[in-house]
């Protein structure tokens, strides 16, 4: 969403999408989205956010593997993230965590190989499968 626009302005809500997982280029770097629900829209300012994203999705390498699900990993449950997914393209999974109370439980790791469905009640309707994810990869 561009700085500065109705949508930020407004509040209007953002659906994420298939295609918005196709954005991210195959680069070899890492790259990662966030979402912020419409009731904290007041966490945007015009310069950066200030203030805890209710949804961070790291798309990693083996590279920052380590940092992902060590100092990033806590540093988001310390501040108030409601979930951490981790995306895996060389092994195909998404780690997902989510909070309980104030830390985060076990993953829930899902995996291409098991056919399982990315969901969230974060972003209601949101459904995709670990083939439509990882095969963009491809």
């Not at 994420?16 to 680069?27: A, I």
């Not at 945007?44 to 390498?61: H, K």
């Given at each position: 969403?561009?700085?500065?626009?109705?949508?930020?302005?407004?509040?209007?809500?953002?659906?994420?999408?298939?295609?918005?997982?196709?954005?991210?280029?195959?680069?070899?770097?890492?790259?990662?989205?966030?979402?912020?629900s419409?009731?904290?829209?007041?966490?945007?300012?015009?310069?950066?956010?200030?203030?805890?994203?209710?949804?961070?999705i790291?798309?990693?390498?083996?590279?920052?593997?380590?940092?992902?699900?060590?100092?990033?990993?806590?540093?988001?449950?310390?501040s108030?993230?409601?979930?951490?997914?981790?995306?895996?393209?060389?092994?195909?999974?998404?780690?997902?965590?989510?909070?309980?109370?104030?830390?985060?439980?076990?993953?829930?790791?899902?995996?291409?190989?098991?056919?399982?469905?990315?969901?969230?009640?974060?972003?209601?309707?949101?459904?995709?499968?670990?083939?439509e994810?990882?095969?963009?990869?491809?």
């Amino acid at each position: 969403m561009p700085e500065g626009s109705d949508e930020m302005r407004t509040g209007h809500s953002v659906k994420l999408t298939y295609d918005d997982f196709l954005l991210f280029p195959d680069d070899g770097q890492r790259h990662e989205l966030i979402d912020i629900s419409k009731v904290r829209r007041e966490v945007l300012t015009t310069q950066n956010v200030r203030g805890a994203p209710d949804l961070v999705i790291e798309v990693g390498s083996p590279g920052t593997r380590r940092r992902d699900e060590t100092i990033k990993r806590r540093l988001f449950e310390r501040s108030g993230v409601p979930e951490y997914w981790i995306v895996d393209p060389d092994l195909d999974v998404v780690r997902r965590y989510r909070r309980e109370g104030d830390v985060y439980g076990r993953p829930l790791e899902l995996s291409l190989e098991a056919g399982d469905v990315v969901t969230t009640p974060l972003l209601p309707g949101l459904e995709l499968t670990l083939a439509e994810i990882f095969s963009a990869a491809c």
